[in-house]
């Protein structure tokens, strides 16, 4: 069993809007921090940067400079799944997003995760 899953991606013009999902597996329910970094077109896999992080277990949320205002991210307890709504999409959130989760929640600038998902392309057009 995979112990992130995550769904939503897809293509859409500027300005448009999208919504990830993750599902977490039983064998993360042991970290508290979940998160959405993002492989932008042409970066490799140690590149991945920082989109916006939730403390499951509490109200701290935090996000790159460059989608605040326009993302926001949530988690379900009940199910274990983690949300990232996407509005106002430009051509720079192009890229692959990964569903990722660890301990505990620090800036997004720190970009070391324990687990990771498979990703969902998120293409956005001018």
């Known amino acids: 069993q995979k112990e992130l899953v995550e769904s939503g991606g897809g293509s859409v013009q500027a300005g448009g809007s999208l919504r990830l999902s993750c599902k977490a597996g039983?064998?993360?329910?042991?970290?508290?921090?979940m998160g959405w970094l993002r492989q932008a077109p042409g970066k490799e896999r140690e590149e991945r940067a920082g989109v916006a992080y939730i403390y499951i277990i509490g109200p701290a949320t935090y996000y790159a400079d460059s989608v605040k205002g326009r993302f926001t991210i949530s988690h379900d307890s009940a199910s274990n799944t983690m949300y990232l709504q996407m509005d106002d999409l430009k051509p720079g959130d192009s890229g692959m997003y990964y569903c990722?989760?660890?301990?505990?929640?620090?800036?997004?600038?720190?970009?070391?995760?324990?687990?990771w998902g498979q990703g969902t392309q998120v293409t956005v057009s001018s």
């Open positions: 990722a989760a660890r301990r505990s929640c620090t800036d997004v600038g720190d970009t070391q995760f324990s687990y």
């Open positions: 039983e064998y993360i329910r042991g970290m508290r921090c």
